[in-house]
T-cell receptor, first 114, second 115 residues
Framework: TQLLEQSPQFLSIQEGENLTVYCNSSSVFSSLQWYRQEPGEGPVLLVTVVTGGEVKKLKRLTFQFGDARKDSSLHITAAQPGDTGLYLCAGEAHLWGANSKLTFGKGITLSVRP | KAGVTQTPRYLIKTRGQQVTLSCSPISGHRSVSWYQQTPGQGLQFLFEYFSETQRNKGNFPGRFSGRQFSNSRSEMNVSTLELGDSALYLC??????????????FGPGTRLTVL
């Protein structure tokens, strides 16, 4: 069974602060996705990283895939209240999608105080 | 392009009843997956359907079942409801083409409350 551990589980910060959260596994994934979910809604895809060491930026969010493709980090610069939500990472195990499935971490609950 | 839609959005049932949830994927997406989300367990995979066939199945009892129609729409059924089945049920669709990865797009979910 492939497991994804996300840390920290909960994070409460002040608007304007920077933060980094993590998604770790002992398994290798062919791709890793990050989602943000707001209460009562479905997760919304933020980014997919595929290549080991890859860095992708989405405005103030920076995503990095570990060199060994076992872990990922999400860095938020100058957090805003609109960044509040549950951040989920999900790893896909098979390269070409044949019979692949996503394994989700339990998520990181982020609260950004005004 | 319309997103993934799920109906109903909210549902209240009592123990022992059965329930059917519906999901319409993004147009052109042939894969539909179902997940159960609870505060304690997070997102747990139920099953995935592709071209009307179940491709993958999670570790849920046989009370949880699903099917997919020729138009890729999918339904999920839970029989003999238990209190612990109260959760947000999420449906997700993906293209499953020849790309190196297959991004998954979620619907808004159905909030099921079992009393």
């Amino acid at each position: 069974t492939q497991l994804l551990e996300q840390s920290p589980q909960f994070l409460s910060i002040q608007e304007g602060e920077n933060l980094t959260v993590y998604c770790n596994s002992s398994s290798v994934f062919s791709s890793l996705q990050w989602y943000r979910q707001e209460p009562g809604e479905g997760p919304v895809l933020l980014v997919t990283v595929v290549t080991g060491g890859e860095v992708k930026k989405l405005k103030r969010l920076t995503f990095q895939f570990g060199d060994a493709r076992k872990d990922s980090s999400l860095h938020i610069t100058a957090a805003q209240p609109g960044d509040t939500g549950l951040y989920l990472c999900a790893g896909e195990a098979h390269l070409w999608g044949a019979n692949s499935k996503l394994t989700f971490g339990k998520g990181i609950t982020l609260s950004v105080r005004p | 392009k319309a997103g993934v839609t799920q109906t109903p959005r909210y549902l209240i049932k009592t123990r022992g009843q059965q329930v059917t949830l519906s999901c319409s994927p993004i147009s052109g997406h042939r894969s539909v997956s179902w997940y159960q989300q609870t505060p304690g367990q997070g997102l747990q995979f139920l099953f995935e359907y592709f071209s009307e066939t179940q491709r993958n199945k999670g570790n849920f009892p046989g009370r949880f079942s699903g099917r997919q129609f020729s138009n890729s729409r999918s339904e999920m059924n839970v029989s003999t409801l238990e209190l612990g089945d109260s959760a947000l049920y999420l449906c997700a669709s993906r293209l499953l083409g020849l790309a190196a990865y297959n991004e998954q797009f979620f619907g808004p979910g159905t909030r099921l409350t079992v009393l």
